[in-house]
């Protein structure tokens, strides 16, 4: 992050994606963005009951940090949990202590590491990336997910939930907002049937872990030496407290 001259202290944040998938004319195009530091406003954004109960008081936060015009909607989630970081250490440092498996824990947030988008990859500056399937041999393109369909996903699943509250919908519903073709075939009819009656297990795992490997993000990762002595990776917590640890409920 690098401090830029605003009429409030701000800092400037590259984005793991560099930008290079953004449309055209959007400011996220230039692979940076700039937030301000946190001030007694986003606190009380921390703490407002109403989009703690709702889920959206982490994305209101961010939005108010954020000082680049962008559209937050457009956001891939890996960028947005690159600005989740940057926003944590603007607003109380870097050192984050926290609980995990009944075991206290410190990490320096400053040291972890984002997963830089592989130009290679890119054709023509869309958001599109082709895979096969290891068993149909079928040809997928697919997309990095944004924020808007992070939001489309949820209200999908809670739809759903509402039917069948029994029934977990979380992989299939996240796969139809992601593949955008099947053996060139874009109809989102298709795609769905494909998703719910002939995408093999084991072609969707493989599609999942492609997908997982090239996405920009921040490492949310820090290793652990557990009971016998082995150095364990664990996730870090990201939640309320992951600001504040006084804001929780």
């Known amino acids: 992050m690098e401090q830029t001259n605003t009429q409030f202290p701000a800092e400037e944040v590259t984005l793991p994606s560099k930008g290079l998938i953004y449309p055209e004319g959007s400011p996220l ?5 700039e937030m301000k530091y946190m001030t007694a406003k986003e606190e009380d954004i921390l703490t407002n009951q109403n989009l703690i ?5 982490i994305d209101k936060l961010l939005q108010s940090l954020i000082v680049t015009p962008i559209d937050y909607n457009e956001l891939l989630i890996g ?3 690159a600005i989740l970081v940057a926003a944590r250490i603007l607003g109380y440092g870097a050192n984050y202590s926290f609980t995990q498996d009944g075991i206290n824990h410190n990490v320096d947030l400053s040291k972890l590491k984002d997963k830089i988008l592989d130009e290679s990859l890119i054709s ?3 958001n599109e ?3 096969i399937l290891p068993t149909s041999k079928k040809e997928i393109t697919f ?6 369909d992070e939001k489309l996903i949820d209200n999908e699943i809670k739809g759903l939930k509402k039917i069948n509250a029994n029934s977990n919908f979380s992989s299939t519903t996240t796969l139809k907002h992601t593949i955008l ?6 109809e989102k009819s298709t795609i769905r049937t494909f998703v719910d009656t002939q995408l093999l297990a084991r072609d969707a795992r493989e599609l999942r872990k492609y997908i997982e490997k090239i996405q920009p993000n921040t ?3 820090y290793e652990h030496e557990d009971s016998r002595g082995n150095i364990v990776e664990k996730t870090i917590p990201v939640g309320i407290n992951f600001f504040w640890p006084d804001a929780s409920v």
Do not use: E, P, Q
């Open 181 to 186: 073709s099947i053996d060139g075939d874009r």
């Open 29 to 33: 195009k230039n692979g940076i963005i």
């Open 219 to 221: 490492n949310l990762v």
């Open 143 to 148: 997309k990095l997910l944004t924020h808007a």
């Open 53 to 57: 109960a709702n889920g959206t008081v």
């Open 129 to 131: 990336f082709s895979f």
């Open 124 to 126: 023509d500056n869309k």
């Open 79 to 81: 960028d947005k949990n």
